[in-house]
């Protein structure tokens, strides 16, 4: 299987820092060429954020560099990418945790990563960020762990009063300001002809699913010149409608 | 950052650190002089975001807080402000904060809870009643510290912190944060929702108390806050209601005040005892009815009869109660007992009290009125449907409950909720005798949900005059109707003249005559004009509706004394 990927970030209108971070890779390797993507989207005063999300993208990077080669050559299953991935997590939440003790700040990051072999997608999840699968439709993997999503999903709310809800930015957990971290990870077969959509929740408040699908459907991300085209299309669509937060996203095309 | 050995203020020798707070340092220091050790909390400039709103809330009651004497309060002596920093010196409380004592011992005994709690309220209670108030708004275990060697003291623990109270204002709606930083924050904190008041520290007391004494953590997974006699069946289903009733979403449904809520966990006892006598009828009923159903199965239809009558008396018994009843809390558990009793889930007559009582009540239905009552109808969905008709009525009543009285101000949210509860009651049954209005009701919600919508995309034309229609249906029927509360009847009439400001453009365009639209403007004078307003929120109501039907009757003359095309003058609106 072959990919194509393309990412972008924007400030957006009202902050004055970047807090998002993101990366995503291709490696040739002896099971043939295996995508990682990783996005961050960071929280806390000033510079913290930055520090924050950026801090977790280098521990998964890192990861990604010298532990994936060692595991494609030994040969692994969801569970050991379950638990290499989770030991990042939670380490990186104690660290993060620590740094902040010492400075007498509050920081935190959200964390969405996706391992994209020919075969399986490894997905890792923390916070109200995003992973998508379009295909035939806009199908979202991930589950937000935010307060309102739980309680949508327990039949406290409605979906339409948790659109709403002034506690809609309140997250359940995040990496660097929970006593535990508990992450969700999922797993599935890998689609060829799809496209595989990382975002922080900036990029997808204001515009809808379809939206999203009309952009992003695999039909209309043919080379990395159109997806990057489209990625910086939604962005913008989000600022007219007076996005406030940092908006990033990342595609990846499967043929 | 103090450096340890320095002197600051030629007073207080810096000694050691001692704790770091999410946004400040704290040491322990000596004066020398007086050879006695103090704390110093150091709130640094820089490491804290909003540092304004911090230092304002801190200068501003310095010299309060140096009068503040509570046993279970540090005394603050003084408060120095220097180049980068903010000094409170205060006293040294030795010790473990509660979350420690969590950490390392688990879930504590009910007793020393209770007795705690009991602290905590009169140290909020103290805090509430100084002169201007003080809400501590961050009460939880790790702001609570236990004194080592101090049980059976009275003051065994003491309240920290509360110095920055402040810090903790509204919390900033474009920010994402996460539950581990803002702790047991009630819903109000959040903004939108009403000011933070005392009621807001009941709310965190309420889910500290949780936390000790189940040992769960509210805010890490699973998240959600179960009745503590789930996790742990020997403790006090007193204890279990004051912790509810604390951590209600809504402040009008919590205690008012910390005596309030002393006096309960003073008597938290007799509130076992109530609820015991409860759950020995419970009991009583329930072996009547084994015993009842063993009969029946031994031998006759006569047995059934007496069954079946015997269920009937209990459960008028028990309605009866629970008019008679008038604690709202009791009352509300009356009617959901008497739709537990065997035989009788289907039967209408608990439902309906219950959404009286809803709306009686103070007027507001609010979230947890909606979770009690749908949780209830939803269970029994089965049974209640057996008699279509009565099923039928419950769900027009909760779809007004909604349309009406929901506590949510988004008016298309209200709207959705109910059409919901009109469609269920429109394919219930076909014979109910308010299937008329159900569908007036349905279609007017359904309008307003899907205008806005055909509205970009042009396609609204043709809409308006079945909503027209609709609208003076229920004028006709519901308004002038005097068996109809005055909130119905006034926020009927306020719907009605917004859609003649809203829309007379849209209703031209449409067919509508002028003539109709006056005759409507009239008749809503007319049925305002019967109603006498008896509280300020229906005063407040009637008020608007006058200044709106003259407003109405202003756009009407405007859209037909104009020939320009309808959308060209008010598109969109």
Redesign the interface.
Known sequence: MEFIVSASTDIGL?KSTNQDSLNVRVYSTSIGKVVFAVLC?G?G??ESGEIASASVINAFCKWADFRLPQLIAAGFGDQDIKREWTDIAVDMNSKLKAHG??????L?T?LTAILLTSERYYVINV??SRTYEIADRAEVLTQDQT?VA?EVR?G???E??AA?D??R??????I?????V?PDLFFGQTVQNAVYMLCS?GFRHEITPEEIYGSFCPGNMLSAEQMKQNELYLIELNKQRSE??NISVITIRTY | MLEIGSLVDGKYRVLREVGHGGMSVVYLVINEKANKTWAIKEVRKNGVMDFEAVEQGLIVETELLKKLRHPNLPSIIDVIENEDSLLIVMDYIEGKPLSKVLEEYGAQPQDLVIKWAKQLCDVLAYLHTREPKIIYRDMKPANIMLRPGGHGDEKDITLIDFGAAREFKEKNLADTMCLGTIGYAAPEQFGGMGQTTERTDIYCLGKTLYHLVTGCNPSEPPYVIRPIREINPSLSSGLEKIIEKCIKDNPDERYQSCEELLYDLENYKTIDEKYARKQKFKLTAFILTVIMSAGFLAGGFAFDKTAKSNADKQYLELIDEAETETNYDDKVDLYKECTEIPNKAGDKAAYLALIDLFKENDAVFTKDEADTIIKLVKTNEEVIRSDPDGYAEICFEIGKLYWYYYSDTNELTRRTSSVKWFNDAISASDNYKQLGMAKVYSRIGTFYSEISVNTIEASDKGLYKPFFADVAELLDSVAVDPDESEIVRLELLKLSCDALVTYPTKFKTDGVTEEELMEMCDKIQLASESISPSTDQTKKLSDEIISLYVKAKEEIQTAFSTNMPADDVKGGS
Do not use: F, H, W, Y
């Open positions: 009202v989207d929280m005063g000033l003790a010492m400075r007498g700040i509050n935190g959200t916070g109200d307060v739980m327990n406290i709310i409605t339409e009063q709403v002034p506690r930015s309140v997250l359940l957990q995040c660097g300001a929970s006593e535990t508990v929740d406030r937060d």
